[in-house]
């Protein structure tokens, strides 16, 4: 089996909020806690969760936007945090980020033409002609017409914009996207051409997907594997199948359920968690879901659970499969 | 029992553009005890028809025809002070975003202590009760303490509950909520919803639910009306329309979602994009989008027709049928 394409080994990341009258005390959010995982080529990770679970803080370290106090990440068997800046700056051609807002990301002033076109200034020396075929290229690659090198992005839909922003995006034919987001903001019919359009185009360009989502339908049709995170950390990982055959988890268990199913004939229990998502300001001692958690044993509340294999292919952090070790 | 009847409503609005056309001939009925969903894409009319149920739209907008009959009257023809009885009182809304409905300057408890002295004229001491029943009927925690916070000092699942509690503080008999979940997390929107299943059935308070979840609907309501372009286009029964869509928007909507099992297949599109409101339609709305579109589709606006006891679909597939 080839080597993964990215690795990532124990990564953490603490935000200091300073506190108290002149800002002298401080207080740490751990945004990230001891996040490993591998990513094979050609594959799709999908990382699930709630808002402020870190999903968003993990994809900016990945992409060297943020530096994370501890931990590794190799992609391509390349350290990725002992590079310079200069060859971070090559290297980030390689990766690439699509956002759930596409008007957010897209100068206004710009057409489509020189947003597309821009990564390629700035990285490949090419005539104006040959330009022009990139880019129209890519318009074609990914379903619009060449008129939209003419417009602007109020002259936009949410997903011809999202497709403009895809298309920015794999101008500098990179290996690995991270997809943040992505559909978030699209209405339903609008929301499957993109996922089919991404899924198609991995397929072409044997792409190498980070998929961030809060929506468990939307995950599951795209990816191989998933990763459920709460609160900084990984909880559970394994294949796209068996997240929706065996969740293990209570958490994941509980956001299953949550999901609701375009099913009314469904008669599937509902867990329904008390409680709100605590901050990673003041995190919960020993596992930290175990305040609404509905199994949670009295190890719970002082033990933290580490992330072990309970299955070639299935981890979970939770005391309730502390007996398989 | 029909509690609320929304016929052949049409809504406009003045722009810069032109004349917005939101709602072309709105047709539901809202029965006693029932939760009803509105469903659609962004634009389809969803808030404008509550909001024309409260009487609360934008200056620019204009009635043009249509009757919203509650109890026997048409709340289209009543005064502004005759409405403003109903409104909050008989009829309450819930909005997406709850921090903006909410007071910021005001208790929790103060803003529904508010509610309860302009309702009833019970002593100070039977409100402060009520209160206390209030909020601890929507599930907040600690409810004794949630009199003296303010709006800011509550999570977005606590303020939504809170909006709940206030609205419900009139004892109204129905309750629009307006994506009341969208801005929630997951497992926090169960929360929610759940919330709302149990006051529609221990307090037999009716709901319209708005959402652009198709599965919310599934979860919650017993009735749904799904909408596009400013007109209903499939209503009736939640487990009817789930199991066959008669309507080919509704058909590809459902078809459309990511579900268990569909991994490494094509989710089904609809081509094309929802018209705006400026265009002026002639026939079906859907017709440019239709799979199944023939030629009259394009000149026949399709009335509801009646397909069985609590289902209709406004489609010419189905002209032979009794009209509704
Ligand atoms: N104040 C307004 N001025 C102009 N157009 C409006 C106004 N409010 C709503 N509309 C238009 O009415 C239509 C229906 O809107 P809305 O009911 O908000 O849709 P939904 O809630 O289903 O997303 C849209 O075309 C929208 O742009
Ligand atoms: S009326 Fe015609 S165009 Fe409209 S949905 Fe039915 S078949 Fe399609
Ligand atoms: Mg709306």
Same mark, same amino acid.
């Given at each position: 089996m080839a080597e993964p394409l990215l690795k990532v080994r124990d990564l953490s990341l603490t935000y200091w909020r300073r506190t108290g009258l002149f800002g002298r005390g401080s207080q740490a959010i751990q945004?990230? #806690?001891d996040v490993s995982f591998e990513l094979n080529a050609g594959e799709t990770l999908g990382i699930v969760g709630e808002s402020g679970c870190g999903k968003s803080t993990l994809a900016r370290c990945l992409l060297r936007l943020l530096r994370p106090s501890n931990g590794s990440i190799q992609f391509d068997g390349v350290d990725l945090l002992a590079l310079n800046a200069d060859d971070m700056r090559q290297m980030r051609q390689r990766m690439q980020i699509v956002l759930q807002n596409p008007f957010a990301s897209? #100068? &206004?002033?710009?057409?489509g033409f020189d947003l597309i076109a821009e990564p390629l200034r700035t990285h490949a020396a090419m005539t104006r002609e040959t330009m022009k075929d990139r880019v129209a290229a890519l318009l074609t690659e990914v379903g619009l017409s060449l008129d939209f090198m003419n417009r602007h992005p109020h002259q936009l839909s949410g997903g011809q914009a999202q497709r403009i922003a895809l298309a920015r995006a794999l101008a500098l034919n990179p290996a690995f996207v991270i997809l943040d987001e992505p559909t978030s903001a699209l209405d339903v019919s609008v929301q499957a051409q993109i996922i089919n359009l991404l899924i198609r185009l991995q397929r072409q360009r044997r792409l190498t997907y980070l998929f961030i989502t809060h929506d468990l339908s939307v995950i599951q049709h795209i990816s191989d594997r998933i990763a459920v995170m709460y609160l900084g950390k990984i909880v559970e990982e394994t294949s796209s199948e068996e997240v929706f055959a065996h969740p293990q988890h209570p958490y994941t268990q509980a956001l299953l359920s949550s999901? &609701?199913? &375009?099913?009314?004939?469904s008669d599937r229990q509902r867990i329904i968690l008390a409680g709100t998502v605590p901050s990673a300001l003041n995190p919960p001692p020993g596992c930290s879901f175990h305040p609404r958690c509905p199994q949670v044993m009295d190890r719970c509340r002082t033990l933290r659970p580490e992330l072990r294999w309970t299955s070639a292919d299935h981890r979970v952090s939770c005391h309730l499969f502390d007996a398989l070790e | 029992m029909t509690l609320l009847k929304v016929e052949n409503l049409h809504v406009q609005f003045t722009t810069p553009f032109g004349i917005v056309r939101a709602l072309r001939g709105i047709d539901f009925e809202l029965d006693k005890g029932d939760i009803m969903g509105l469903v659609g894409e962004t634009g389809c009319g969803k808030s404008v028809t509550g909001r024309s149920i409260m009487r609360l739209l934008d200056e620019n907008a204009e009635v043009t025809e249509g009757r919203i009959i509650f109890n026997k009257t048409?709340?289209?023809?009543?005064s502004e002070r005759e409405m403003h009885a109903i409104r909050g009182d008989r009829i309450a809304m819930i909005f997406q975003d709850p921090a903006t409905a909410l007071n910021p300057l005001f208790t929790i408890g103060g803003q529904i202590n508010d509610v309860l002295r302009a309702h009833s004229p019970a002593p100070a001491a039977q409100r402060r009760k009520a209160t206390l029943e209030l909020l601890a009927s929507v599930g907040l925690p600690d409810p004794a303490q949630m009199m003296d916070v303010y709006p800011h000092q509550l999570s977005g699942g606590q303020q939504q509950r809170a909006m709940i509690a206030l609205s419900l503080a009139a004892e109204p008999e129905v309750i629009i909520a307006d994506e009341p979940t969208t801005a929630l997390d997951v497992t926090i929107q169960a929360q929610i919803l759940d919330l709302l299943r149990t006051l529609q059935r221990e307090r037999a308070i009716s709901v319209i639910l708005i959402t652009h979840d198709l599965g919310i609907v599934a979860e919650t309501c017993q009735k749904v009306a799904v909408l596009y372009a400013g007109r209903v286009v499939e209503q009736g029964a939640v487990a009817a329309i789930f199991a066959g869509p008669q309507h080919p928007y509704s058909r590809g909507l459902l078809a459309a979602l990511p579900r268990p099992g569909s991994r490494g297949t094509d989710l089904k599109v609809i081509p094309g994009n929802v018209p705006s409101g400026l265009e002026r339609i002639d026939g079906c709305a859907f017709a440019p989008r239709? =799979?199944?579109?023939? =030629?009259r589709c394009h000149r026949l606006q399709p009335p509801l027709f009646s397909l069985a006891a609590e289902h209709q679909a406004a489609c010419l597939l189905h002209e032979d049928r009794v009209h509704g």
């Open positions: 945004a990230l #806690n897209l #100068n &206004p002033r710009l057409k999901t &609701p199913a &375009p099913d009314p004939k | 048409d709340l289209l023809r009543l239709c =799979e199944f579109v023939m =030629e």
